[in-house]
């Protein structure tokens, strides 16, 4: 199909996108979720890397304000007596949707993502701030946490003039929620040290020393959870997914493992054997 937008759209020289709204710090963090993208959707879809790169001033723009939000967030669970915590994504919300609108992008699921990413930031300072939390509103959070590569994913289907599947969504979402999952075990000391949010810390405050445990059940669970998105697909096209998951699992053998799980939180001890 033709790409909704032409190139020559993207050098739009309207005033909302000529206007300084981020910093090379979120930038260069964005760039990492914007190499994610590439290698894990333009496949999929077909998106060739020239096609990507055209896209990508927009959505290394968005997964920066991202960025900028999460920074704002963190210094406002700091410091209680700031803003509210939704504010900072609320601002950059509206940013955000007036180059959607300059662009032909309003889409309602664009739109229900960046929401979902609000949702989330507001539940993650909740989780901090709090001693008292349940299990149903961790999972959310993480189901939530990975919207912003559910809103690059999103728009890039549509920028591309590809046809929305929500199945290729849902076969996707184990692999972005327990990346997350990952990343909060490599980091989990210096963000309880800063106070940050982290998966393994919240299952701390459920569970105490038995956290790694319950974590490795929830592992399993989205481990079950794509195998069963995984019987939904053509033949055809179940290699591709099984592929890319057993990529995520050689890399990351450790998640096989609850005192693995453990020992990379708790001791800084990776073991991909």
């Known amino acids: 199909m033709t790409p909704l937008i032409s190139i020559e759209r993207l050098k739009s020289k309207q005033t ?6 981020i910093s090379y710090h ?3 963090k964005a ?3 914007i190499h994610v993208s590439l290698r894990l959707y333009c496949p999929i879809y077909n998106i060739s890397d020239d096609e990507f790169l055209e896209f990508s001033p927009l959505l290394a723009f968005i997964e920066s304000s ?3 939000t999460d920074i704002e967030t963190e210094n406002n669970q700091k410091n209680s007596n700031l803003s509210p915590p939704l504010a900072p994504w609320e601002n950059r919300k509206i940013i955000i949707q007036s180059f959607l609108k300059e662009f032909n992008l309003e889409h309602p699921k664009i739109l229900e993502q960046i929401d979902n990413l ?3 930031f ?9 001693e008292k939390i349940t299990l149903e509103d961790v999972i959310r959070a993480s189901e939530l946490r990975s919207s912003d590569l559910r809103i690059i994913h999103t728009i890039l289907v549509h920028m591309s003039g590809k046809s929305y599947r929500a199945e290729i969504f849902e076969i ?13 075990f490599c980091s989990y000391k210096r963000d309880v040290a800063a106070g940050n949010y982290n998966t393994y810390w919240m299952f701390q405050k459920l569970y105490g020393e038995e956290a790694h445990h319950y974590l490795k059940a929830e592992i399993d669970r989205y481990k079950n959870l794509f195998e069963e998105k995984l019987k939904l697909f053509p033949e055809e096209e179940q290699e591709r997914y099984t592929k890319k998951w057993s990529r995520f699992w050689k890399r990351y053998s450790y998640l096989s493992s609850a005192e693995l799980i453990r020992q990379v939180a708790l001791e800084g001890v990776e073991n991909n054997e």
């Open 172 to 184: 996707l979402s184990p692999t972005e929620i327990l990346s997350e999952f990952q990343d909060d």
């Open 118 to 120: 609000g949702e989330y």
């Open 31 to 33: 760039i990492s979720v």
């Open 66 to 68: 991202v960025y900028e």
């Open 16 to 21: 909302i996108n000529r206007i300084p709204y």
């Open 26 to 28: 979120s930038l260069f």
């Open 122 to 130: 507001e539940l993650e300072s909740q989780l901090v701030a709090s």
